[in-house]
């Protein structure tokens, strides 16, 4: 990876050196998706079929997998990899159960009683990108929140052919229904509905940029999505005592993801990322996905910085989906990175372990919006609601400000809806 020096560059190559490769977008890739989508919405199922002969080669032998087929199917997968699966359900699980939302109340002045509460999001869909390998842990890090927040319905998309691996997964998480439809046009049965797929109030999942345009224009329309989607991306925050082979592995597994993924080192010395280099090169012998990962590690740089709290301000600037911090004291500087989708403290946190079984989720904030965007959790799957109830005393004792704050704003109505009230009658009844 080509190095820079952080102290010798001036502010607009700063901006350079922490730029994001381009994403594809332009008129014609709108342009295809809201074709697609009204497509669906006029078609329907039968459009759902056409696509999938367009984009996938073949029309689906069905269009939906209830829990009993997704049982079926999936109990032909090793026994090895259901241990491994139900391994990491037990690890997300004990983690997201632990985020389960409690009631705020508080009595803001007597009589005033206000509470926020917190209920699950009734009807969710789910996307899991296909491809070239069955992405089992993107099942498992949307199914389990939904299913433990209590979303009453829960189906699941991805393009066929559907693995085995992927159904054992779903049927596990609880996915009630799944569709081997993918792309824009699963999108836009989610959204829109269609004769076999329900309409969902809110879209999760990645996908390509199909997907995310998709998911980007239906949520225009009324359809709550998590989070728009970018290229995969890790940086590393390294010491002279980090293991180079350690920090070269971790950049890799980032860069496999895609040739857009992008890997970045932030260290102390060039000494340090010749040696990550020499790594690089090793262990990028060995990878099964190496073409793509070089083009990645192609767009991928190091940043060589004085200290580690500039280090620190060169992540935070950068803001990556993924942080690796391999220092003497990682969690020292854990009070000074602010930006990062998910941090992995230390010579034995991998980001894999984040990816699959960690108990973390793995969706993430990227292209720099962990700035002010979160990781998914089990707040994604609900929706919060304030309650209010006042007594008659209460309302006495706040009618003052309201009406004054009322009149200030010349809404006559509001004053008067509480001026009504304090002219009634107390009755015993009325009164709390």
Sequence with gaps: MQSYTWTQLDPQARTAVLARAEQVQNASLSESVTAILRQVQQQGDEALMQLSERFDGQRPEQLVYDSDELARRGASITDSLKQAIDAAIDNLDAFHRAQQFTTVEVETQPGVRCELRSEAIERVGLYVPGGSAPLVSSVLMQALPARIAGCSVRVMATPPPVSDAICYAAWRCGIQQLFPVGGAQAIAALAYGTETVPRVDKIFGPGNRFVTEAKTQVSVGGTAIDMPAGPSEVLVIADDNADPAFVAADLLSQAEHGEDSQAMLVCLSQQFANRVNEQLQSQLAGLSRRAIATQA????????????????????????????????????????????????????????????????????????????????????????????????????????????????EGLDAHANAVALRLKAPSTARSDS
Aim: charged share 20%.
């Design 297 to 408: 590690l192609a767009q991928s740089r190091t940043l060589i910085c004085d200290t580690l709290a500039q280090a620190c301000e060169v992540s935070n600037r950068y803001g990556p989906e993924h942080l690796i911090v391999q220092t003497d004291d990682p969690r020292a500087l854990l009070p000074s990175l602010r930006a990062a989708g998910s941090i992995f403290l230390g010579r034995w946190s991998p980001e894999s372990v984040g990816d699959y079984a960690s108990g973390t989720n793995h969706v993430l904030p990227t292209y720099g919006a962990s700035r002010s965007a979160s990781s998914l959790s089990l707040a994604d799957f609900c929706r919060r609601f304030t309650v209010q109830q006042l007594s008659r005393d209460g309302l006495l004792g706040l009618a003052d400000t309201v009406m004054t704050l009322a009149d200030a």
